[in-house]
């Protein structure tokens, strides 16, 4: 299956940046910009979870539903 692209603007320090970390990890710059999109996207969903679980521990009713609903799982085969 071919993969459809397109052109973005890009400064040159960003392209040559993107190339040298292209060059480093022998791969293509297209690979190194998804891998590093991949990264951005799940550094932002732990972020994300950790904000989360912040806010339920302030929670002290909803943290203690919340730990007795994980155990439960965590512990489902020890029975």
């Known amino acids: 299956m071919t993969q459809s692209s397109t052109t973005i603007r890009v400064t040159l320090k ?12 022998a ?9 590093a999109l991949e990264a951005l996207r799940r550094d932002q969903f ?16 909803g943290w203690s539903q919340y730990v007795s609903e994980r155990n439960a799982w965590l512990d489902a085969d020890a029975d």
């Open 46 to 61: 732990y972020r994300d979870m950790a904000e989360a679980e912040e806010a339920l521990r302030a929670d002290p009713v």
């Open 14 to 25: 960003q392209r040559d940046r993107l190339r040298t970390l292209a060059e480093q990890r």
């Open 27 to 35: 791969s293509t710059m297209a690979d190194t910009l998804d891998d």
